[in-house]
């Protein structure tokens, strides 16, 4: 399945903005989805997954009661709503797809959109 992220840009600390996660396939409704985000000189990690139905969640601490991840299976969209934006929160965001039902595991994702650069400054 082919990803496609958008919705990141330049912000001001405090402000919110939403990232959505197209998928090229209705059958991404059967799918876990996750967003990631790499900051510069860091790892990648993971943000936030959802499961098949929508019915199951993670969050990482550093995002939980901010973020919200959702998804449309009818538009085979996930969405990351992000509010009360942070500094710290400045990295590329990339969606991802797992064949399983969710997963809270980068190596069990096997399907990743191109990245979506959001900035938040202070």
């Known amino acids: 399945v082919q990803l496609q992220a958008s919705g990141g840009g330049l912000v001001q600390a405090g402000d919110s903005l939403r990232l959505s996660c197209a998928a090229s396939?209705?059958?991404?409704?059967?799918?876990?989805m996750g967003w990631f985000r790499q900051a510069p000189g860091k790892d990648r990690e993971l943000v936030s997954a959802?499961?098949?139905?929508?019915?199951?969640?993670y969050y990482h601490d550093s995002v939980k009661g901010r973020f919200t991840m959702s998804r449309d299976g009818e538009k085979a969209t996930v969405y990351l709503q992000m509010n009360s934006l942070k500094p710290e929160d400045t990295a590329v965001y990339y969606c991802?797809?797992?064949?399983?039902?969710?997963?809270?595991?980068?190596?069990?994702?096997?399907?990743w959109g191109q990245g979506t650069l959001v900035t938040v400054s202070s």
């Open positions: 991802a797809a797992t064949r399983r039902l969710f997963s809270q595991y980068a190596n069990e994702y096997n399907s």
């Open positions: 396939e209705r059958t991404q409704k059967w799918f876990g």
């Open positions: 959802i499961g098949w139905n929508g019915g199951r969640t």
